[in-house]
């Protein structure tokens, strides 16, 4: 009898451990798009300062957003970005930036060398956001290209773009993100480059 009560015992620990398990976390990251080197810019000896991009909306963090109305938001328990996501977009656009070859080199706003432009961003949405049947990720960012000598507004633009997500949860969100930098930043390049 002892014996049975023991094993019953056990097997209900067992059995409660793993219906208490937690899945376990999926990160994701941004991955750098292809780019091809510019021949040609008016930028070829001149240094470019990528300042860390601010959010005016939406506090970024390595959690991953995600939206079902206007009001309701939330986040993913089991899932994040491989780091903050102003980083992670921060050293997309370096390493963009420099493979592009359009500036003589591409700083960190830790960098002490005197840059001749600064590139300032502003992200006014990036979420993944659930309507219904229809799920896409969102990014909107502007960006304002300074003169770091005079201080003075070269030109600014707002990048936005909405990609149908392969599924509705965290991973297919990953993939349509990924998805719409390649498009932001081939388009920033061509815009920094005209």
Known sequence: MKMKTTILTICVLVAFTACTKAPALKVYT??????????????????????????LREQMSQKMNFSYSISDRGTYQNSEWSNNM?????????????????????????????????????????????????????VSIQFTLIDADSGKLVKSKRFSYQELTPSTDAKGYATATNRVMTKLTHALVNWMNN
């Open 86 to 138: 102003s980083k992670l977009l921060q050293g997309t656009l370096i390493d963009v930036l420099e493979r592009s070859k359009l500036f003589k080199a591409v700083l960190s706003d830790t960098s002490t060398l005197k840059e001749n432009y600064r590139l300032e961003s502003n992200i006014f949405a990036f979420e993944h956001r659930v309507r219904g049947e229809n799920s896409h990720s969102v």
């Open 30 to 55: 941004l991955v750098t798009p292809q780019t091809s080197a510019i021949s040609s810019s008016v930028y070829k000896t001149k240094t470019i300062k990528v300042t860390y991009p601010q959010s």
